[in-house]
């Protein structure tokens, strides 16, 4: 149902942005990404490329050097002002330290749109385009919890991860699989608080290979037996995978990751990952771009997805194990959508 | 006699500045000669135009009466020159015999000395001990400690040790005992005239009177970028020498000295 | 003459035994000792150290910490760390700092990565590739610090962005999974290679070893070896002390110091390779953290980040102190921030430490 709501609003925009394509001829808009070096923004770049120039638009790209580098997106909304571009895309590196020049931009008469991460506050910005992380989440918690069907009761949870700094997209992907893995949560907003003892611990990734398998081989070291591994993207489902094969029991352990790039999409198509919940970085900034230029041509807003505080983009779980109840689609269908 | 080390006409210039104005040097075998002068005299000039670290516009500089033009202190330090600068030029947290041997390390003989370039520590420590030994300085206990864990004039008994041990032709001293008290000062003295004995000539430069007139057999005085003249201590005072690097006095000629 | 010259020390040493109260002596005996003991063998105070805290997380979590197959994963956790902390040692005893470690690591495993996957070529020239870019890489730090006379910090700071840069755009951020490795260039992952010695049928428990963990061995016993018995190493020391006394002394400082820089971009290479061998993958967003993580192994290692001081042996020291702390505060149940205020509460006292020593005199 909520896929289905989700697809109506697409071909709504999809709609407007189409029609409104005359009148954003010539406009400039700008994308700020956290970096240019992850495929995930690099994808998100691509994706409005593609739509500017459809649109016949202007599209003026800039990055962080790295993740969580602030000042570069501050020069960069301070360019796109004195640019006089009509709308932003920012996927922000520090959610709330931005919103100062957002308020900027935004009073200058700009539309500011929010890619993949919401600001604090989520309101800051004119909308939020992005993955609802908890859902994804949610998605391998239910097919995880179905694949042991009664012997959940009995799991042994490995939690990795990103950082002890505990980012909103670490905790919403976090909490959405323990309540999809059918785990009383304590504070939804708290990694770490559950007191089920099916969960051996949780620990940390940077969410890269390396950091995958030192947390994985931490977790096994205080229990060996650990069956079910929750991990925040595909690289730590990686690492975590070596360390697993490293004492023999890559074959018998459940692992679940988030994001839909394509390495992590093949892994699942060989066994390594049982799961993984997709995301969509090209269509959140399609349709950014055709949102802004619907703003630009009649100052149509753009609006949240219904019963969420953001326009939810979609995720999709992918998996060559389906379980009854829990919509999928195949690694051979997520190798089509994949990005990076 | 021939000097063993002999310049002649030497100019060096920086900038608009001339630091050696034509001069000349002397230095005869087996002799103390000290060289004193004003600050600015060009002094430095000079010992750094003899041992190397600065290359002369002008002139020529002969040992053994072969001409010379050394590119490096080290190709100064290869011909025999061994200079023993007023920092010490030693590396404080390395042992005695590192630093002896720094730079002229021996190695092991066949095959782990070849292949594996492994030091003979043994053969470095015997050396250094001995040399240490036959300056008197064995007051120092273990030939391993580091050079920092000495004293002053412990340190400066090492470095002369060094460059006696390694100087074949010419020693030079660079105020060795300017940052040294009292009893220091005269034990780096003392070995100053053990390493004469041994018949190696020794350039000495000290702003220190007494000091230049117990030991120096021969006093070089620069003024004005040259030499001004050569005196010897036993027939002029040390006002005279004064005078003389000042512009106080003008000395006579003296054929014997030069 | 030389009669006389000792009677004037004794005099002195005479008169200072005077002055000084006798059981205050023997106080200051002790510290003293310990003092030069330290200053004297440098990496005792990280072993010390090591064994301290091995001993209490032993104490505290009983088997589950204290057994061989968590001590080996330990050795498993540090290794990257571990031989990079090498390079860096080499570099810290002359004085410098090389951030741009982890980037040389990375930009060498992803050479031979992409030479084997992208252009076809065997699997043996593309490892030798990674080395030789490594190696040149660090080259030309070296050379910019030596005969540019260029700070390096500042020549690391710059270039580990270049070489990021150069390594994200080269690789166009793409990852070469595992499993194409295992299939198609096995050698790529040879310092993955485990060996278990005591483990039960099922293959659990025991100690277990890579390749990559005794490589790390080796190298720090080849160059504590090289740093202690060979000229050059005595010349590294030598030109971290006082770079322009041991010129004086016929160092040729600006050759040691490019060397240095060439060998500690020669063993980041091989660190990238270990790397491969560890997580499996070619993944160009590795390591990122290595330059810290490196530098803060050396520091608690006591090895003096003004040059000149300590000893190889230290930085694996401090490499398996951060290891045992990481592991046995997991093991604890303990939050992971608490692992870095620990670090953090380390790299402070060994500093500390250092400085202390360095008042050491006769």
Redesign the interface.
Known sequence: MKKLLAGTALALIAMTGAASAQSAEGMTTCLITKTD???FF?KMKEGAEAAAEELGMTLNSFAG?VDGDNETQVAAIETCIADGAKGILIAASDTSAIVDSVQKARDAGILVIALDTPLTPADAADATFATDNFAAGLLIGQWAAGTLGDDAANAKIAMLDLA?SQPTVDVLRDQGFLQGFGIELGDANVI?DEEDPRIV????T?G???G???AM???L??D?EINVVYTINE?AA??A??AL????RENDVLIVSVDGGC?GV??VA?G?IGATSQQYPLEMARLGVQAIAAFAADGTLPQPTEGKDFFDTGVKLITDAPVDGVESITSAEGTDLCW? | MEPILKGRNLVKRYGKVTALDHCDFDLYPGEILAVIGDNGAGKSSLIKAVSGAVIPDEGEIYLDGKQIAFKSPIEARDAGIETVYQTLAMSPALSIADNMFMGRELRKPGFRGKWLRQLDRAAMEKFARDKLTELGLMTIQNINQAVETLSGGQRQGVAVARAAAFGSKVIILDEPTAALGVKESRKVLELIQDVRSRGVPIILISHNMPHVFEVADRIHVHRLGKRLCVIDPKKHSMSDAVGYMTGAKVPEPDPEMA | MTSQSDDFESVVKVKREEAIAEFHDDHKGFVKKLQHALHVTPSLVPLIVLVLSIGVFGALLGEKFFSASSMTLVLQQVQLVGIVAAAQSLIILTAGIDLSVGAIMVMSSVVMGQFTFRYGIPVEVSVACGLIVGTALGAVNGWLVAKMKLPPFIVTLGTWQIILAANFLYSANETIRSQDIRDNAPLLQVFGTTFKIGADEAGQGGATLTVGVIFMLVLVAVLAYVLRQTAFGRHIYAVGDDPEAAKLSGVNVDRVLIAVYALTGLICAFAGWALIGRIGSVSPTSGQEANIQSITAVVIGGISLFGGRGSIMGALFGAMIVGVFTLGLRLAGADAQWTYLFIGALIIAAVAVDQWIRKVSA
């Open positions: 070096t992850n495929p690099v050097t002890v770490g611990g949780n620990d940390v940077s890269n290979e390396e995958g398998r030192t081989e931490n977790l070291a205080v060996p690289p990686a690492g995978y070596e094969r490293a004492v023999g390495p093949q892994n060989e390594v990076g």
